[in-house]
């Protein structure tokens, strides 16, 4: 069959022939129609994720959208190692497989499954989000910070704010529902107290999909809001900025701050594709926004290496 493989640690997929999965016991096959790219799908085929078989040659891809041999549309994830969902055919078993909505398309499920999922998740499962609590979203103009700020609101936030580094697509980001947007600028004195007016007024739960200077910033004005307002629930989601800060420990025994994380190893596979199924039961319905780019899988080398922060590439595979 034909494939995005990776030949080794590093290297960049290539359109190429690898071996046909064969089901397992208890595993279905699927003829795959769907996979999209995403920062995770990156790190896993370059060996660097934390998830990563480190298994060489390997097909690309952590989830997808296809067909069973009865003609029932699924979204599957997490195909054994060293198969990926970038490929004509997978394997994967039925508690690792969710039925589409009719309304929902195959390019629509694919790209919002992985961006959406992280905060759906984080949100529900980790934060364990209240309706009319105050929401700060940490990276908002991305395509899972985008979703974040849809997704808050639907499940019911008071208030969201969103912080980012592009001023432009900052602004986009408020017509998707941010109903404050804080530009994530370079005096960091200055930034502190910005985020420091919005913990005075209270902010129950952050998302973070950033991390380095941002949040050490975040959670220093949160520990200087103190008891004065509310317990914080800090959710870290992705490390864009980098994979360390520094925290001071008196930010910690000063405050209320919960720091978690959401992501594969915190949360188990089941609860997971409950948060994409409600995702895709909420996706039309809700009329949740997300930019998409159709590319197909024999054009992955080229894709690979395209920015896909304003529209999600997906690799279309034999439609």
Avoid at 120 to 135: D, F, K, M, P, S
Wanted: with cysteine.
């Amino acid at each position: 069959m034909k494939a995005a493989v990776v030949m080794g640690a590093g290297q960049t997929p290539r359109y190429a022939d690898f071996s046909e999965p064969t089901p397992a016991a208890g595993e279905s096959k699927i003829t795959v129609t769907a996979a999209a790219t995403s920062q995770v799908v990156r790190s896993r085929a370059s060996g660097r994720h934390y998830s990563s078989s480190g298994q060489f040659p390997l097909v690309a891809g952590v989830d997808g959208v296809g067909r069973l041999d009865d003609g029932g549309r699924v979204y599957f994830g997490m195909p054994r190692a060293p198969y990926g969902s970038m490929a004509e055919r997978a394997v994967a078993p039925p508690s690792r497989c969710l039925a589409l909505p009719d309304e929902l398309d195959d390019v629509t499920a694919a790209a919002i499954a992985n961006p959406g999922m992280s905060s759906w998740a984080a949100l529900e499962e980790r934060a364990r989000l209240q309706a009319g609590e105050t929401v700060l979203i940490n990276g908002a103009t991305g395509a899972a910070g985008r979703l974040a700020v849809q997704i808050a609101n639907h499940l019911g936030a008071k208030k969201v704010i969103a912080t980012g580094r592009n001023i432009e697509a900052l602004k986009s980001v408020a017509d998707l529902g941010a109903d404050v947007t804080i530009p994530l600028v370079n005096d960091e004195a200055e930034l502190e107290e910005r985020f420091s007016r919005e913990f005075a007024q209270g902010v129950d739960v952050v998302l973070d999909n950033l991390w380095g200077k941002s949040a050490e910033r975040l959670i220093a004005a949160g520990a200087k809001a103190g008891a004065e307002a509310v317990p914080i629930r800090f959710v870290q989601i992705g490390a864009v900025s980098g994979a360390d800060i520094t925290l001071p420990s008196a930010a910690l025994r000063s405050s209320a701050i919960v720091l978690m994380g959401s992501g594969i190893g915190s949360i188990p596979f089941d609860r997971f594709l409950r948060a994409i199924d409600g995702l895709f039961r909420a996706t039309v319905p809700a009329g949740f926004k997300i930019a998409t780019n159709p590319v197909s899988l024999s054009d992955v080398e080229q894709a690979w290496r395209r920015d896909d922060s304003a529209a999600r590439i997906v690799l279309t595979i034999g439609t």
